[in-house]
């Protein structure tokens, strides 16, 4: 299947204890190929699409981590803990690309994270009590793999609201 060319980044901020910051989203997921609604209002980590200013994801995720929570961090401390290349169902049955996404831990940052104008209020939530219920279907499983240390690539294909997403794994290195 043809790999999604937009690339986009999410950032967790996790506190010296563990906890995990998540703010609501006040905008859906969208881009040139459609939306997905049903984000609006989940929680998230930060993150946003690589814009030709960035040089690698790396520099796109701190860029919308301080456009989004105000957080001041070094691309270094960044640790890459899972791809996802997420696709799209289409009305004819078949899927579209939509977004290769790079998921990273952040330990080290400058600043506390605030509300902005793309995301609520931040929380920070003990791993155990983190709201899985209210996430994206995709993001509560893909949250729990990364939490419990398990670092891949994946293909995941949208089905819709509520509904479980079809989750591979591929046999490409992180």
Same mark, same amino acid.
Not at 6 to 27: E, I, P, T
């Given at each position: 299947? %043809?790999?999604?060319?937009?690339?986009?980044?999410?950032?967790?901020?996790?506190?010296?204890?563990?906890?995990?910051?998540?703010?609501?989203?006040?905008?859906?997921?969208?881009? %040139?190929?459609? #939306?997905?609604?049903?984000?609006?209002? &989940?929680?998230?980590?930060?993150?946003?699409?690589?814009?030709?200013?960035?040089?690698?994801?790396?520099? &796109?995720?701190?860029?919308?981590?301080?456009?989004?929570?105000?957080? =001041?961090?070094?691309?270094?401390?960044?640790?890459?803990?899972?791809?996802?290349?997420?696709?799209?169902?289409? %009305?004819?049955?078949?899927?579209?690309?939509? *977004?290769?996404?790079? =998921? =990273?831990?952040?330990? &080290?940052?400058?600043?506390?994270?605030? %509300?902005?104008? #793309?995301?609520?209020?931040?929380?920070?939530?003990?791993?155990?009590?983190?709201?899985?219920?209210? *996430?994206?279907?995709?993001?509560?499983?893909?949250?729990?793999?990364? =939490?419990?240390?398990?670092?891949?690539?994946?293909?995941?294909?949208?089905?819709?609201?509520?509904?479980?997403?079809?989750?591979?794994?591929?046999?490409?290195?992180?």
């Amino acid at each position: 299947m %043809e790999k999604p060319t937009v690339k986009a980044s999410v950032v967790l901020l996790v506190d010296k204890d563990g906890r995990v910051c998540l703010a609501r989203k006040k905008q859906p997921i969208h881009h %040139e190929n459609g #939306e997905i609604s049903y984000s609006l209002g &989940t929680y998230n980590g930060y993150g946003g699409k690589m814009e030709e200013s960035d040089s690698t994801i790396f520099d &796109t995720a701190i860029r919308e981590l301080q456009d989004e929570a105000d957080v =001041f961090a070094s691309k270094e401390d960044l640790k890459l803990v899972a791809r996802v290349y997420f696709y799209l169902k289409k %009305e004819d049955g078949s899927f579209e690309p939509f *977004m290769d996404v790079s =998921f =990273f831990f952040l330990r &080290t940052w400058y600043s506390d994270p605030k %509300e902005g104008s #793309e995301m609520g209020p931040p929380r920070f939530f003990e791993q155990v009590d983190i709201p899985y219920d209210e *996430m994206m279907p995709a993001d509560s499983i893909f949250f729990k793999k990364m =939490f419990a240390g398990e670092r891949s690539v994946y293909e995941v294909k949208l089905l819709g609201k509520k509904v479980e997403p079809e989750v591979k794994v591929l046999d490409e290195i992180l």
